[in-house]
């Protein structure tokens, strides 16, 4: 048990060692192609060779980390790169799930495909969310000129134009990831693949097996999956819907700050007591221009001020002091009186009284999303005589925060995969495999001999699960009991064998005894026995009765024949052994025996749990002296309402009668018998029947030959 600890440790270490290996050799491969591709100014990224071969190689998990930790490392000097290592992630998935082949290059064509798809399609639409239509870039003058010649949309000008550059990257991308396996010894790959078993291996036939193990409603590893998915999308949900929160209030926060210090500045152009000259000689008066033009210099230094005016609010309305033009909207001339704007006129009393007003944000089709900051200017003698206000365009905040939230959803995705990638893989070789295995073991449990039955206990004892918690403790008594329960099984076999074989012979001892009452009948149950194996294999032979004539169904008449004649024990012994020819009074006695043999076969498999071949027996004994055309005994049955059993023994039976030798007869030859079974067909016998009897000739008059003498 130490021994095996120790090795199962050094193979743990070993694998451990394997997936640093595959993981080092797959990040270094990217980085080092993508410095040299941005060194050549190649048109392509190439920063996703090492991710594809490790995939490949080592599977889903050392891909899915090589992937991750390669943008992870981009972004030290290139930011952006984290933002983009979600793609990777999925391209990881996407080579795993290929079944990769060496011999079989047909796959390259749908992987390349697939792998451009997500980095061209899914990754221009994260930089068409995170920086807009591409101004630069690998890809950037492909767009332009796909938007300038083709394609009106800029949207699909850029998506277009990064599908094709990423076709040509990840198709040398593949193609170098395919050379390098190609390299790689066999070998070496096997010992690559990372795995984590804790059981004996297995193969892939049978790891495709135990995967189609059915299940009532949900598997367990898609209960896993779900359970992962939802905790980490709810924490992810509530995490990104906080930092976006957060980042929404602190940008607005910064925007108010840069308003107010704008209105400030605004206030100290503007001198106060000049403003009633400013609203009567408007642009003449003096130091009016010079004021206008300090507040253009500074209207004009950002571009995030919508607009920048003054206004002295009155009864009448909003006198205007100073108005700046902007591309869409002309100013509004000094001295002109215009209506209150809304947030204004939400807030006329304390604009009317001189008093601080809180900032606005208001959005309308007309000036579109602004923060609108308003301060009172006052003069020498304290009274306000005007508002410096100026309005901030929020576009730019809604822009900032839905790439902000861009950002954190593409963050979230790449761990999200790989979280996933992880609980799965630990999940398969930790609860699913196990598990699966032994169920797989148990439904393939056969029962047809004693060596079948040990093979399946070697079976489940050689699985050798040491996962180390409970599905262990699970799998010893698991092993344990089934070791039990084969074994408990063979004994009840054996016991049912000596059970079946004394009854079996206790009924045959019970048909010879009768037998020997008939000092006529000679061999007769045997004989009959033998007549009707031979009648009904050839009756199969031929295609007769395919869904009655199964080898069982054939065994237990065969075993069953010899009970048919068993109601003669109810038959005194004056009637059975009589010399001469029966009386119409004797002769309603000893029909009486057909009914006689189903009672007593009745009574017998009442006490059976297993009635087996007695079912034939009883229908034999029953009806054996039923003939086709409804004129036999007891219940004058006709045709195929006679069971089929019975119609074989009807034959067997006068046959027998036919060749043996009787106190009031002498036995006929074989020819003469035959003949008149023929004449019966169709009256007093199945016709398919006869006609099986003729063409088995041959081996019944062998038969005849060996009892008649």
């Known amino acids: 048990m130490t021994e095996n600890i120790a090795q199962r440790r050094q193979i743990t270490v070993r694998r451990l060692l394997e997936l640093i290996l595959v993981c080092v050799i797959g990040i270094a491969v990217n980085l080092l192609l993508s410095s040299m591709s941005t060194k050549l100014q190649l048109p392509f990224y190439l920063d996703s060779v090492g991710t594809i071969f490790a995939a490949a190689v080592g599977g889903t998990l050392p891909g899915v980390l090589v992937g991750l930790v390669t943008n992870l490392l981009k972004s030290i000097s290139d930011l952006p790169s984290i933002y983009y290592g979600t793609l990777n992630v999925m391209i ?3 080579v795993a799930s290929f079944t990769w082949d060496r011999s079989k290059k047909r796959i390259l064509i749908p992987l390349i495909l697939t792998l451009a798809f997500i980095g061209g399609v899914l990754g221009s639409i994260l930089t068409w969310v995170l920086f807009g239509f591409a101004g630069e870039g690998i890809s950037a003058d492909l767009a332009k000129w796909i938007y300038d010649h083709l394609l009106s949309s800029r949207f699909l000008s850029q998506v ?218 006052f003069a020498s003698d304290g009274r306000c005589v005007a508002y410096s206000c100026v309005d901030i365009s929020m576009n730019q905040l809604y ?131 033998e007549y009707s194996r031979i009648i009904l294999k050839k009756l199969r032979e031929k295609g007769e009765f395919k869904d009655i004539l199964t080898d069982e169904y054939i065994n237990n008449v065969v075993r069953a024949a010899p009970l048919h004649d068993i109601g003669k024990i109810n038959i005194p012994d004056a009637i059975l052994n009589k010399d001469s020819r029966l009386t119409d009074e004797e002769y309603e006695i000893m029909k009486g025996h057909a009914y006689a043999g189903y009672e007593i076969i009745e009574k017998a498999i009442a006490n059976l749990e297993d009635s087996g071949y007695l079912e034939q027996a009883k229908q034999m004994a029953h009806y054996h002296h039923e003939k086709w055309d409804g004129s036999g005994y007891p219940d004058h049955l006709t045709g195929e309402n006679i069971p089929l059993s019975a119609r074989v023994m009807a034959v067997a039976d006068v046959f027998d009668a036919l060749l043996s030798k009787r106190s009031y007869k002498e036995p006929f030859t074989f020819e003469k018998a035959k003949s008149i079974i023929i004449e019966g067909s169709g009256k007093h016998f199945d016709p398919k029947v006869v006609e099986a009897f003729v063409e088995a000739e041959e081996e019944i008059h062998e038969i005849s030959k060996k009892f008649y003498k």
Not at 399 to 410: F, G, P, V
Not at 423 to 435: E, G, N, Q, R, S
Request: aromatic fraction near 10%; proline fraction near 2%.
């Open 399 to 529: 822009d900032l925060t839905h790439a902000y939230l861009a950002k954190e959803i593409s963050l979230f995705l790449g761990i999200f995969i790989m979280v996933l990638c992880l609980v799965v893989w630990l999940a398969d070789y930790h609860i699913i495999y196990p598990l699966n295995s032994m169920s797989h073991g148990a439904s393939s449990f056969v029962y047809t001999s004693t060596d079948e039955r040990n093979k399946s206990v070697e079976r489940i004892k050689s699985l050798d699960i040491h996962t180390g918690d409970e599905i262990e403790n699970l799998y010893y008594a698991y092993a344990h009991t089934t070791e039990e329960s084969m074994q408990y099984l063979s004994d009840i076999r054996k016991k049912s064998k000596q059970i079946e074989k004394l009854q079996g012979g206790l009924l045959m001892v019970l048909a010879d005894i009768i037998e020997s009452r008939d000092k006529c009948t000679g061999d007769h149950i045997r004989k009959t026995a």
């Open 92 to 94: 990881a998935v996407a």
């Open 160 to 377: 277009t134009a990064d599908f094709c550059i990423d076709l040509g990257d990840k198709a040398i991308s593949v193609v170098l990831a395919f050379l390098g396996l190609m390299l790689v010894p066999k070998k070496v790959m096997s010992d690559l693949h990372i795995h984590g078993w804790r059981q004996k291996p297995l193969s892939f036939l049978e790891l495709r097996a135990i995967n189609k193990t059915s299940v009532r409603q949900i598997s367990l590893r898609t209960k896993l999956i779900l359970l992962v998915s939802g905790a980490v999308t709810v924490i992810a949900v509530v995490s990104i819907a906080i930092g976006y929160y957060l980042f929404r209030e602190t940008t607005i926060k910064d925007h108010t700050e840069f308003a107010r210090g704008i209105v400030k500045y605004q206030k100290d152009c503007i001198d106060p007591d000049r403003i009633e000259a400013y609203l009567a000689q408007g642009e003449n008066a003096p130091g009016y221009k010079e004021t206008q033009e300090q507040l253009r210099l500074t209207f004009i230094s950002s571009e995030n001020i919508r607009f920048m005016y003054v206004y002295q609010v009155k009864e009448d309305g909003c006198h205007v002091v100073f108005d700046m033009d902007t591309e869409d909207v002309k100013a509004d001339k000094v001295g002109s009186v215009i209506r209150y704007p809304e947030d204004i006129k939400k807030n006329i009393s304390a604009f009317l009284k001189g008093e601080e007003v809180e900032p606005t944000i208001s959005n309308d089709s007309r000036f579109g999303w602004v923060l609108s900051i308003y301060e009172p200017i």
